[in-house]
């Protein structure tokens, strides 16, 4: 019996969230129990943002529409749509969304998105 050199993802794991942002990983440990890297869309709601963090894997960030304020080692970066951006591990890291409109972009990391590994500091 051959084994599939190939995964279509049709049903990506809808991680739960309590501020009201979509996450819909489709590759990685929570979906498809993939370590090296992890693929995830992802759809900010108006006036969200997250923690400091001190991830132990790269990120970048791919945005589609909207934009992002990323608050990388104390400086502000904006990304807007049509740009990316890359964050390499051990960075000391904000994500957030300030603005009046939604944020739609897709997120890779590598490796795989850990929460044992993100390092978030408490709010």
Known sequence: MSKKKYFKQNKPFKVPTTDGKLIEEHFGKASTNTSGFSVAHMVAPPHWGEPHQTPEF???????????????????????????????????????????EETEYWSVCVPAFDFEKVNREDS
């Open 58 to 100: 790269d990120e970048v960030t791919i945005v589609l529409r909207g934009r992002k304020l990323i608050e990388i080692d104390g400086e502000e970066v904006e990304v807007k749509a049509g740009e990316t951006i890359l964050i390499k591990a051990g960075t000391r890291v904000r994500y957030a969304n300030p603005y009046d």
